[in-house]
């Protein structure tokens, strides 16, 4: 089974910062290795649909970020230890929400295994 773990979540005032970490571990029930596509994060708030935050793609490392968090987050990847990373600066308090990493594996349509979730709240 792959599983996903996150850690870094927690509480800070408007203007902080805080890093997320997500690390993929396990092997599919095929037994091959774990074949990665690309890794992101989506957040949902309270009363609200689950959103795109950032995305990277697993080989070549291209960086995708929703317009919201552009100029404030940036997302990055430690491919020997599976593992991508969310830092976000200047941190608001319309950026509270349950964070969950997601992975897209090669030949999967879409993100195809998530992580448990780690809430940030941001006080104003």
């Known amino acids: 089974q792959v599983q996903l773990v996150e850690s870094g979540g927690g509480s800070v005032q408007a203007g902080g910062s805080l890093r997320l970490s997500c690390a993929a571990s396990g092997r599919p029930s095929s037994g091959r290795p774990l074949s990665m596509y690309a890794m992101g994060w989506f957040r949902q708030a309270p009363g609200k649909e689950r959103e795109f935050v950032s995305s990277i793609r697993w080989s070549g490392g291209s960086t995708y970020y929703a317009d919201s968090v552009t100029g404030r987050y940036t997302i990055s990847r430690n491919i020997a230890s599976n593992t991508i990373y969310l830092q976000m600066n200047s941190l608001k308090a319309e950026d509270t929400a349950v964070y969950y990493c997601?992975?897209?594996?090669?030949?999967?349509?879409?993100?195809?295994?998530w992580g448990q979730g780690t809430q940030v709240t941001v006080s104003s």
């Open positions: 997601a992975l897209q594996r090669i030949g999967a349509a879409k993100y195809d295994v």
